[in-house]
Nanobody, 122 residues
């Protein structure tokens, strides 16, 4: 398994933008990567995912058109650019990695980060 560390969370006003990063301890080539989030009192939910080449991306309906997932395998890093943020985007955001693309639909990623808090509030 690969060790993952998220960064870039913080407090932002509604309508604002934020970019999250997920750094890995090892090469990410061959790994499908994903972002999930968990709001207080709610279950963890899928946000976005990207295949190892970056050629295919997946988004939840709630963030489609506002969030963009990307990765830089040379830097062992994945990103989540978030724009037009809403209060309902407030959550702890987690990055995840797995060698199987089936993880995108199952949500069963083998490696997880510790999470970074994103708060959208005026």
């Amino acid at each position: 398994q690969v060790q993952l560390v998220e960064s870039g969370g913080g407090l932002v006003q509604p309508g604002g933008s934020l970019r999250l990063s997920c750094s890995a301890s090892d090469r990410l080539s061959g790994y499908v990567m994903g972002w999930f989030r968990q709001a207080p009192g709610k279950e963890r939910e899928f946000v976005a995912a990207i295949t190892w080449s970056g050629a295919t991306t997946y988004y939840s309906d709630s963030v489609k058109g506002r969030f963009t997932i990307s990765r830089d395998n040379a830097k062992n890093t994945m990103y989540l650019q978030m724009t037009s943020l809403k209060p309902e985007d407030t959550a702890v955001y987690y990055c995840a990695a797995d060698r199987s693309v089936a993880a995108v639909t199952s949500g069963r990623f083998g490696s997880w980060g510790q999470g970074t808090q994103v708060t959208v509030s005026s």
